[in-house]
């Protein structure tokens, strides 16, 4: 049997996070044409990096610009506040609280993303629990993903969105220490020790929401257990290749 080899690519695979900011920011770049060929984001949502040069910042694409098309002329540095910084007065998204808030209450955070993935959406709807049911979902957990309801901190005059750093801090508690945390109505945010992770996570939570759906549908989903979700997977092999993959489509289009 012919062993599998990764193919060629500048994209680091050793499971660790860039040391510089400036190979952070490519690799978030390349990270949103991935998350886009997989039905995570589409015309909605984003993804940041925690900065190597200061941990309490992080980078982010600016605001108005749809994910597929985000290059590193439109990403920007936002501060602890969840505010943009040297960013020649560009602003952000609406919604950079989500991550000001997680890169605030969670030091092991190195990546977050935010989606309005479909699958996704009946598990915030339903109390139906978000749990693995694929060995490549494992980082679900055996225990349901929390759910963000916005009325619980905004009250029910609220504008659905995570649009201030209250509301920003409020889903940093509801998602805690686990590494997705759904919001009703609205979609999930995805968080990792790396980019490599967050995307991986992102990828696989929509896969694992759709056969466990399906699964619902003919009858009782068996999960994984607590040994069974106890495990890893070589994320960066797999990001390097969604990336090359990625690069050759938008090249070929
Ligand atoms: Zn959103």
């Known amino acids: 049997m012919e062993q599998y080899s990764p193919p060629n690519t500048s994209q680091r695979v050793d499971g660790t996070i860039p040391p510089t900011d400036e190979e952070r920011i490519a690799e978030l770049v390349a990270s949103h044409h991935v998350l886009y060929d997989h039905g995570v984001l589409d015309g909605f949502g984003h993804l940041s990096v925690r900065s190597a040069a200061d941990a309490a910042h992080f980078f982010m ?26 960013a020649g007065g560009r ?20 990546a977050v993303v935010h989606s309005h993935t479909d699958a996704v959406l009946p598990f ?5 629990p978000l749990k693995a049911v694929l060995h490549t979902a494992y980082f679900l957990g055996s225990d349901p993903a929390p759910v963000f309801d916005i009325r619980e901190v905004m009250g029910q005059d609220n504008t659905m969105l995570v649009d201030n750093p209250v509301a920003g801090a409020a889903l940093a508690r509801t998602l805690g220490d686990r590494s997705v945390v ?20 992102a990828v696989y939570t929509r896969v694992n929401a759709r056969a466990e759906m399906e699964a619902l549908a003919l009858g009782e989903p068996v999960f994984l257990n607590g040994f069974e979700v106890d495990r890893g997977d070589p994320v960066s092999i797999h990001w390097a290749w969604w990336a090359a993959q990625a690069e050759a489509r938008r090249a070929s289009s």
Do not use: K, W
């Open 61 to 86: 694409q600016r605001g108005g610009v749809v994910p597929d098309d985000v290059t590193a002329g439109d990403v920007i540095e936002y501060d602890e506040n969840g505010e943009p910084c040297r």
């Open 91 to 110: 602003t952000g998204p609406s919604e950079r609280y989500i991550h000001g808030g997680i890169y605030r209450a969670r030091p092991d955070v190195m």
């Open 124 to 128: 915030g709807l339903t109390g139906a």
């Open 182 to 201: 759904l919001m009703r109505g609205h979609g999930m945010t995805v968080v990792g020790p790396t980019v490599h992770d967050a995307v991986f996570r």
